[in-house]
């Protein structure tokens, strides 16, 4: 168990919702992280938060949007989903930016 | 353009055989490279390696980083039933995503481990 919370576990739901994931830190990580693992892709890296500012964006689509809160957990918000969003979201955090990341059992969502 | 390149993509061995599990990258301002153990789901820290030449080691697990070849490799002796996973390479580059600490993975080796 890494510390890392991730709720829920499992998400089915239809094309064009919007689903919200939720993410909490380990106790004194101020970084959180999200990652997109598809079959076809592996794992991507999707946005990035320290201490509740926006740091980094990697390949996150323009439909997703996340944000990090006052007691530092994170929500990843997907919107108008289609079949391809399909895939497992981890949520990592870690003590300092560059430090070793430590992974959320993560959410497997289902569209369909 | 970043890229981590995992070799081989897939493994199968016996208990009690060692494997090596090779990792390349091209990475614009390396910082550092980690390995992952990935089971059933989340992927588990095994290593970070931020220093060329210098072995991290782990029971039977060990890897080393080569930062003038650019690669890296992850030994396990002796392996057992339980070794059995995919193992995930990522680099952090100070670039990446305008920021620090955002893993660039490999597309992982899974090794398989029959008894």
């Known amino acids: 168990d890494s510390g890392v919370t991730q709720t829920p576990k499992h998400l089915i739901t239809a094309t064009g919702q919007r689903v919200t994931l939720r993410c909490s830190p380990r106790s004194g990580d101020l970084s959180v992280y999200w990652y997109q693992q598809s079959l076809d892709q592996g794992l991507q890296f999707l946005i990035q938060?320290?201490?509740?500012?926006?740091?980094a964006k990697g390949n996150i689509l323009e439909r997703f949007s996340a944000q990090q809160f006052p007691d530092l957990h994170s929500e990843l918000n997907l919107s108008s989903l289609e079949l391809g969003d399909s895939a497992l979201y981890f949520c990592a955090s870690s003590v300092e930016l560059g430090g070793t990341q430590y992974f959320g059992p993560g959410t497997r969502l289902l569209v369909l | 353009e970043d890229k981590v390149v995992q070799s081989p993509l897939s493994l199968v061995v016996h208990e009690g055989d060692t494997v090596t599990l090779n990792c390349s990258y091209e990475?614009?301002?390396?910082?550092?490279l980690l390995w992952y153990k990935q089971e059933k789901k989340a992927p588990t820290f095994l290593f970070m390696l931020t220093s060329s030449g210098i072995e991290k080691k782990s029971g039977r697990l060990s890897s080393i980083l080569d930062k003038k070849e650019l690669f890296s490799i992850l030994n396990i002796t002796a392996t057992q039933t339980g070794d059995s996973a995919v193992y995930l390479c990522a680099v952090t580059s100070l670039n990446y995503g305008g920021s620090q600490g955002n893993l660039i993975f490999g597309k992982g080796t899974k090794l398989s481990v029959k008894p």
């Open positions: 938060y320290y201490n509740g500012e926006e740091r």
């Open positions: 990475v614009t301002n390396f910082r550092s």
